[in-house]
C-alpha cells in the first residue's frame, strides 16, 4: 500500500512537497513514479526513480522545479516542488513497480501496479 500526503494549496511560485510512503512492502526493490491527474486529461507521469535512486527522469514541464527523491531507511519517496505554477494543479499519485525508470522511457500508468490514493495540489495564480 502507498500512502500519498503533503498536498496543499500553495501561490504561484511557492513550494511544497510531498510524500509517498509503503506499507506492507520494501519499497526499496521498486521504481517510483509520481503522476499527476487533471479533470478532463488523462493522468500524467511527472517523474520516476529507479529502485537504486542512481536514475531520475522528469517530464520537460517540471525539470529544474522538481526533485524526486527516495529513503530506504523510511520507506518513502518525495517530491519536492519548487516554482509552481497554475498548470502543476491536480491531483499527484505516486506508483510503484519493478519497471525500470529510464531517461529515454516515458513514464507511464501501465507500467506501475501499486498505486495510491492521490493526493491534491493546487496552484492559485
Known amino acids: 500500500q502507498l500512502v500519498e500526503s503533503g498536498g496543499a494549496l500553495v501561490q504561484a511560485g511557492g513550494s511544497l512537497g510531498l510524500s509517498c510512503a509503503a506499507s506492507?512492502?520494501?519499497?526499496?526493490?521498486?521504481?517510483i513514479a509520481w503522476f499527476r491527474k487533471v479533470p478532463g486529461k488523462e493522468r500524467e507521469g511527472v517523474s520516476c526513480?529507479?529502485?537504486?535512486?542512481?536514475?531520475?527522469h522528469y517530464v520537460d514541464s517540471v525539470k529544474g522545479r522538481f526533485t524526486i527523491s527516495r529513503d530506504k531507511a523510511k520507506n518513502t519517496a518525495s517530491l519536492q516542488m519548487t516554482g509552481l505554477k497554475p498548470e502543476d494543479t491536480g491531483v499527484y499519485y505516486c506508483?510503484?513497480?519493478?519497471?525500470?525508470?529510464?531517461?529515454?522511457?516515458?513514464?507511464?500508468?501501465?507500467?506501475?501496479?501499486?498505486w495510491g490514493q492521490g493526493t491534491r495540489v493546487t496552484v492559485s495564480s
Open positions: 506508483a510503484a513497480d519493478y519497471s525500470p525508470c529510464l531517461e529515454a522511457r516515458p513514464i507511464t500508468s501501465r507500467d506501475y501496479s501499486v
Open positions: 506492507g512492502f520494501d519499497l526499496d526493490a521498486y521504481a
Open positions: 526513480i529507479n529502485s537504486g535512486g542512481g536514475i531520475t
